[in-house]
């Protein structure tokens, strides 16, 4: 196990605490700092821990939520953020669909992607000797 960055897109967020083992609310409610916490767009989960955050959800969209180690958004580790949906605009008419953009940005972490496509896999290295 690591730590690990959550970057939280389109708010920032108070750091109200951060702590190892699985948060509890008696325990640790008295520790978060409420006067002065920091204020950021990322924060560093600790390995096995948790991090207590708050923010205003006044910017209409939806926000991704996730791990800055790229391997872990595969594994779960992102969540999104929907805030007031009814102020969300539609999507330009020109935009790529979902099938056509995920299968670019994600084809390198795909095996069978790239090898329907081009008939091998980038992880298919030749042998040693």
């Known amino acids: 196990m690591e730590q690990h960055p959550f970057h939280l ?3 920032r967020f108070w750091v109200l605490g951060r702590g190892s ?8 409610a008295a520790s978060l700092n ?3 916490p920091a204020f ?3 924060v560093t989960v600790p390995q096995g821990g948790w991090a207590y955050l708050r923010f205003v959800a006044d910017n209409p969209g939806v926000w ?4 800055h180690i790229l391997p872990h958004i ?3 580790q992102q969540l999104y953020f929907v805030t ?6 539609a999507p330009p008419a020109a935009s790529p669909k979902c099938p056509e953009t995920c299968a670019y940005n994600f084809a390198p972490y795909n095996k069978a992607f790239l090898r329907s496509k081009w008939g091998k896999s ?7 000797y």
């Open 9 to 11: 897109h389109g708010h």
């Open 21 to 28: 083992g699985i948060f509890d609310p008696p325990q640790h």
């Open 34 to 36: 409420t006067a002065n």
């Open 40 to 42: 950021r767009d990322t």
């Open 64 to 67: 991704p939520f996730h791990c």
């Open 74 to 76: 595969y594994m779960g």
């Open 84 to 89: 007031d949906p009814s102020k969300v605009p």
């Open 122 to 128: 980038g992880f298919e290295l030749p042998p040693l």
